[in-house]
Nanobody, 125 residues
Framework: QVQLVESGGGSVQTGGSLRLSCTAS????????MAWFRQVPGKEREGVAS???????RYIESMKGRFTISLDNAKNTMYLEINDLKPEDSGKYYC???????????????????WGQGTQVTASS
């Protein structure tokens, strides 16, 4: 049973940085997709970026530049670094995974079958 646990969220002043982590357990394949999504109350979950176990990344166009996704295969941990935080970056960030999926990993929530509980990010001045 695959489980995903996010951490690293918090309240940060605008202009600051955060690194979110998502640690996966129960992964039995080296061929998988992982991704980050963000959701604010009253809105649909939106994609941020994805990464395949082979290192291939994809970003939603509006997320390019200040967001960096990475994966440490040895630790089964995915990261999302957010730089120069803006108030509109606030929301609950979820990590997601789908096993036995080849690259590239599209950044839409419907293809992901495993989800973490989310970690809250709040950026304010």
């Amino acid at each position: 049973q695959v489980q995903l646990v996010e951490s690293g969220g918090g309240s940060v002043q605008t202009g600051g940085s955060l690194r979110l982590s998502c640690t996966a357990s129960g992964v039995t394949t080296t061929n998988y997709c992982m991704a980050w999504f963000r959701q604010v109350p009253g809105k649909e979950r939106e994609g941020v970026a994805s990464i395949h176990s082979d290192g291939t990344t994809r970003y939603i166009e509006s997320m390019k530049g200040r967001f960096t996704i990475s994966l440490d295969n040895a630790k089964n941990t995915m990261y999302l670094e957010i730089n120069d935080l803006k108030p509109e970056d606030s929301g609950k960030y979820y990590c997601a995974a789908d096993l036995y999926r080849p690259a590239p990993c599209i950044v839409v929530p419907t293809i992901y079958t495993r989800w973490g509980q989310g970690t809250q990010v709040t950026a304010s001045s």
